[in-house]
């Protein structure tokens, strides 16, 4: 995804270590889908 | 090699049983060519072709219960684990899960023959809820697609298996050094490539504990959630701020991203 992104012309993209499971283990927080995550629509 | 085909001839029943067991639990040893030698070995009655077959279907699906509870018990973080200890981590988890969310419980009649989606989908079926007997039902006649014909291979060359069998005999430890020094640099092959990719992601990737500073700090950045539809429907919470977008759909909304920011992405 990341290299996708990179070859569209973005130079700074990271992705995250561990991805989502590695963020919520470390018990860093979190918000109710609804409230966080703005779904583009097309 | 002469006593590990002596003990195969003695033992077969059991020998079947547990190498299909440890090939279904995620061990990587393969358990075909145990089938094959088993449906080789029928056409002298030991064991049968009927007890071949229900020695691997009972071992391949008292494995995948165990996978199934796993999954609907411990949720997404079983497959992690798996992700963590299999010798493909780049086609690991995601792959395996679009497979399974296209097909659904269809894909378990082909699942044995798919590596990876052998272990994935028995853990994902308890994750999403699957009632039990309806997994075990489609299980069942995976098991069978996997187990018959590969006995019934067996059995009808079991000449030519012979043969092979003969030439190892003969070639005694020999064939077994080479067999064994293919298997190790097959394994320490997959071992370094996995290593390579890991270094390769920590030198670009960004730590969970240097993002959390990032947000904290009020930093302009984008946090992309790019979880898989399965992982994002079964987990009601999101990073704070972060945007959906469905993976699929990445390069067709890839204008609607932030331009000049930092651009965070993360999956499961």
Known sequence: ?42 | MKEILDLFHSHGALILFVAVWLDNMGVPIPSFPFLLAAGALATTGRPSLGLGFMLATIAALSADVIWYYLGKFSGRRILRWICLISLNPESCVSKTEEKFMRYGLRSLFIAKYVPGLNTIAPPLSGLLNIPVWKFLAYDLVGCMFWSVPLLLIGFLFSKQLGGLALFAERFGNLALVVVLIGVAAFVIFKIYERRKFYRHLRSVRISPDELHAKIKNGEKIAIIDLRSPLAFDTDPFSIPSSIRIVPDELEVRVSELPAGVELILYCT
């Open chain 1, 1 to 42: 995804m990341a290299r996708r992104l990179m070859d569209k012309g973005f130079t700074l993209v990271r992705p995250l270590l561990g991805g989502f499971d590695e963020w919520v283990s470390k018990g860093f927080p979190l918000v109710e889908r609804d409230l966080a995550a703005r779904e583009i629509k097309n």
